[in-house]
């Protein structure tokens, strides 16, 4: 199906796929202490934000032991997976290479 306006014709098609971001490539300059460091405060950052999250759920009314332990480590593992990027900003405000 196209459609005239003013002296354009515009095919009716599905937009392009759009590929997905490729993840933040490894600082090979950078210390790995500063980016530890940046991981762990990420995996803090990240356990927050799941505690918060949680807090509207069925899991909030468990044992808080346990529900601690799980948005602690989940969030670590958040963190550890890309996370939200925190981790390179962090890594590079402190010195460190990523890019």
Same mark, same amino acid.
């Given at each position: 199906m196209s459609t005239a306006v003013t002296g354009l014709t515009t095919a009716?098609?599905?937009p392009a796929p759009v590929a997905p971001a490729a993840a933040a490539p490894a600082a $090979? $300059? +950078?210390d790995?202490? /500063?980016?530890?460091?940046a991981?762990?405060?990420?995996?803090v950052f990240m356990s927050m934000l799941v505690?918060?999250?949680m807090k509207s759920t069925e899991v909030a009314k468990g044992n808080p032991l346990y529900t601690g332990l799980m948005t602690e480590k989940l969030?670590?593992?958040i963190s550890r +997976?890309?996370? /939200?990027g925190l981790a390179d900003v962090i890594e590079r405000q402190m010195g460190g290479g990523a890019a």
């Open positions: 009716a098609a599905a $090979t $300059t +950078s790995p202490k /500063i980016r530890e460091a991981e762990a405060f990420e995996g505690e918060e999250m969030g670590d593992q +997976s890309g996370g /939200i």
